[in-house]
């Protein structure tokens, strides 16, 4: 069975532009995270998603940060206007409903703003 | 506000050793705590996970000791191997909230072989 997906692997763009970055979750996970990860830090919570629910963006940094998942599976994390301090890994995960279930990650998108 | 926190942030053990990783958490309210591990260029990897109506858990080789008196989360590595070289992460969580997991900036651990 497949993992976490995510594409790009890696993104470098110029300062202002938009970027899109996506995940595909595993196959029968209602729940969808991302996080970003600056170097050397630990991961911060961006967005969740969970069933038909809706998300929780109390960890976006700002309006120019967004996401959507479609049909409940595949999830765009958007960053419109992007600034140098958006450089950082940005990590998907998914798991089951449920708050004891395992959060399983995707490889990550590492994103770098010229 | 809310802050999950490592007291040393690289550990160096020989290989065979048995590693300790702490963490410090400051909410009070959080009732579920993770460890995951990440590998170089890797996304984390849960490893073990602990509720706060237990003080300890058992896994392959790892032990997670939860003590909620001073808020302190530990991760014992029995016999550390170079696969175990990586950074180490906990996170805390409320089970009544919206699943938001909060992480700490990590250790990295290093085995010397």
């Known amino acids: 069975g497949a993992g976490v997906s995510q594409s790009p692997s890696n993104k470098v763009t110029e300062k202002g532009k938009d970027v899109e970055l996506r995940c595909d979750p595993i196959s029968g996970h209602t729940a969808l995270y991302w996080y970003r990860q600056s170097l050397g830090q630990g991961l911060e919570f961006l967005i969740y998603?969970?069933?038909?629910?809706?998300?929780?963006k109390s960890g976006l940094p700002s309006d120019r940060f967004s996401a959507e998942r479609t049909g409940g599976s595949v999830s765009t994390l958007t960053i419109q206007r992007t600034q140098q301090e958006d450089s950082a890994v940005y990590l998907c995960a998914s798991s089951q409903s449920g708050v004891y279930n395992e959060q399983f990650f995707g490889p990550g998108t590492r994103l770098t703003v010229l | 506000g809310e802050s999950v926190g490592l007291h040393l942030p690289t550990l160096s053990v020989q290989e065979g050793d048995n590693s300790i990783i702490n963490c410090a958490y400051s909410n009070s309210a959080s009732d579920y705590f993770i460890w995951y591990k990440q590998e170089s260029g890797k996304g984390p990897q849960f490893i073990i996970d602990i509720r706060s109506n237990m003080d300890k858990r058992q896994g392959q080789r790892v032990t997670v000791l939860l003590n909620k008196t001073v808020k302190h989360l530990s991760l014992q590595i029995a016999a550390t191997q170079p696969g175990d070289s990586a950074v180490y992460f906990c996170?805390?969580?409320?089970?009544?909230?919206?699943?938001?997991?909060?992480f700490g900036t990590g250790t990295k651990l290093q085995v010397i072989p």
């Open positions: 996170a805390e969580t409320f089970s009544g909230g919206y699943q938001k997991v909060t």
């Open positions: 998603f969970q069933g038909n629910s809706a998300p929780d």
